[in-house]
């Protein structure tokens, strides 16, 4: 099982490629349709993860304080 640190430090790691993604996405948006759709999607995927990780370690942060 990871350590808090582990999980605080791999959830960093994904934001900044959400936002490297969205930020590609934005900028295909008028040159190639379909890389851009293709970031976004990956972007939405690695959204999903972020929000998985702030469940899971909100409910950690709870068992620890009862």
Same mark, same amino acid.
């Given at each position: 099982?990871?350590?808090?640190? !582990?999980?605080? !430090?791999?959830?960093?790691?994904?934001?900044?490629?959400?936002?490297?993604?969205? !930020?590609?996405?934005?900028?295909?948006?008028?040159?190639?349709?379909?890389?851009?759709?293709?970031? !976004?999607?990956?972007?939405?995927?690695?959204?999903?993860?972020?929000?998985?990780?702030?469940?899971?370690?909100?409910?950690?942060?709870?068992?620890?304080?009862?």
């Amino acid at each position: 099982m990871k350590t808090l640190s !582990e999980i605080k !430090e791999h959830q960093l790691k994904l934001q900044r490629r959400y936002k490297q993604l969205v !930020e590609q996405a934005y900028n295909f948006r008028q040159t190639d349709s379909a890389l851009s759709d293709l970031s !976004e999607f990956k972007a939405i995927k690695l959204l999903n993860k972020l929000n998985q990780l702030k469940f899971l370690n909100r409910d950690t942060l709870h068992q620890k304080s009862n």
